[in-house]
C-alpha cells in the first residue's frame, strides 16, 4: 500500500471545451489518487469554459486555471504545444515525479493514474504511458481508436519527469505525440498503452475532428508523418488501414493527400535527423517483422543506454 502521495501534475491546454469539461473535472476528482496540481490553460475560449473553470478553482485548490487571449480560432498540433508549455510556465517540474499532458474532453477511470504510476513505479525504464481511448456511437457500442500498444496516446500523455526532460520535452508541431515517443525509445526507455477496463476512457471528441472536420485532420496527420519523416512505403501502409474506419476510405485518402502535397511542396521536417532516421528504420521493421517484434528488438538494442544514464547518475549522487 501506497504510504506517501505521489505527485504528479496535469496540463491541460483547452478552447471551447464548455461541452464536454465537465466530464472531464469530475472524472479527475474522483480518482483515487488526485494530481497534487492541474493546470488548465483556457487559449481564448468564446462559449463557457471558463465559467466552469471559475466553478471548479473555487471548490479545489490543486485546480488552477490561466487564461490566454483569444487567437480566434482552435490550433492544434503547435498551438496546443504552446498551450502546454504555458501552464508549465506556472509549476517547478523538479517538484513531481511525473507530469501528464491532458485532454479535457475524456472521461476517465477512477483508478487511472493510480495504476499508471503503479505500473510505472514497477519498471524503472517505463518512460511514458497511457491507457486506450474509445468512441461511443450514438446506438451506444463502445468503439476502440485502435492506437498501438507501443505509443502513450496524446491525449492523456504520462510522463515519468526525468524521461519527459530527457527527450527535450514536445516538438511544438503536428506529430508531437509520436515523435515523443520514438525520441524516448531512441534514447532507451520504454513507452506503452494499455488496453483493459480499469485503463480504457473515453475520447468525447472523435480523433482527429478538432479543429474543421475529420478529413481535415486525417489530412493534418499525413502531413505530419511527412514532417517527422516516416518512410513512404510505411506511411501508404497505415493509411490504407486508416480506410477500413470511418470515415471509410476517404479518411486515408485525406492522409495520403496530407502527405504528397507537404512532400510536393518541400515542406520542412523535424530537424533531428538521428531520429528520422532511428523512425524510417523502425517503420520498415514493423512492416516485415511486426510492430511487437520490431519494438521488442529496440528496446532490447537501446538497454544499455539507459542503463548507463542510470548508472552515471548514480555515480554522480
Not at 54 to 78: L, N
Not at 110 to 121: A, G, V
Not at 248 to 275: C, H, N, P, T
Amino acid at each position: 500500500m501506497q504510504t506517501e502521495r505521489r505527485r504528479y501534475a496535469l496540463i491541460s491546454p483547452c478552447r471551447n471545451e464548455a461541452d464536454y469539461i465537465r466530464k472531464t473535472l469530475d472524472s479527475v476528482v474522483a480518482q483515487s489518487e488526485p494530481p497534487t496540481l492541474w493546470v488548465i490553460v483556457d487559449d481564448g475560449s468564446t462559449d463557457a469554459t471558463a465559467t466552469i473553470l471559475e466553478e471548479y478553482t473555487s471548490r479545489y485548490a490543486w485546480i488552477k486555471a490561466v487564461q490566454m487571449p483569444d487567437r480566434g480560432h482552435r490550433s492544434v498540433g503547435p498551438g496546443v504545444i504552446e498551450a502546454f508549455y504555458a501552464g508549465m510556465s506556472h509549476l517547478r517540474l523538479g517538484d513531481f515525479d511525473f507530469v501528464c499532458k491532458l485532454d479535457v474532453d475524456l472521461d476517465l477511470p477512477p483508478r487511472y493514474f493510480e495504476i499508471l504510476m503503479d505500473r510505472m513505479e514497477e519498471n524503472p525504464r517505463l518512460g511514458s504511458a497511457s491507457g486506450k481511448p474509445y468512441n461511443r456511437t450514438k446506438r451506444g457500442a463502445w468503439v476502440s481508436e485502435k492506437c498501438g500498444d507501443e505509443m502513450s496516446v496524446g491525449m492523456t500523455k504520462f510522463y515519468r519527469v526525468k524521461c519527459f526532460e530527457q527527450i527535450g520535452g514536445f516538438v511544438r508541431e503536428v506529430m508531437w505525440d509520436a515523435i515523443d515517443c520514438h525520441k524516448s525509445r531512441q534514447l532507451g526507455w520504454i513507452v506503452r498503452s494499455w488496453d483493459e477496463t480499469q485503463l480504457q476512457f473515453e475520447h468525447l471528441r472523435p480523433m482527429g475532428s478538432s479543429q474543421k472536420s475529420i478529413l481535415t485532420g486525417r489530412a493534418r496527420h499525413g502531413f505530419g508523418q511527412y514532417f517527422m519523416g516516416s518512410d513512404p512505403i510505411y506511411f501508404v501502409a497505415t493509411a490504407v488501414f486508416r480506410m477500413t474506419q470511418w470515415p471509410y476510405v476517404v479518411g486515408g485518402m485525406a492522409m495520403i493527400f496530407g502527405y504528397v502535397r507537404a512532400w510536393l511542396r518541400r515542406e520542412e521536417q523535424l530537424d533531428d535527423k538521428s531520429l528520422r532516421a532511428f523512425i524510417r528504420s523502425y517503420q520498415l521493421q514493423a512492416l516485415f517483422k511486426g510492430k511487437a517484434a520490431a519494438v521488442a528488438a529496440i528496446e532490447a538494442r537501446q538497454e544499455g543506454l539507459w542503463s548507463d544514464r542510470v548508472e552515471k547518475s548514480k555515480s554522480i549522487a
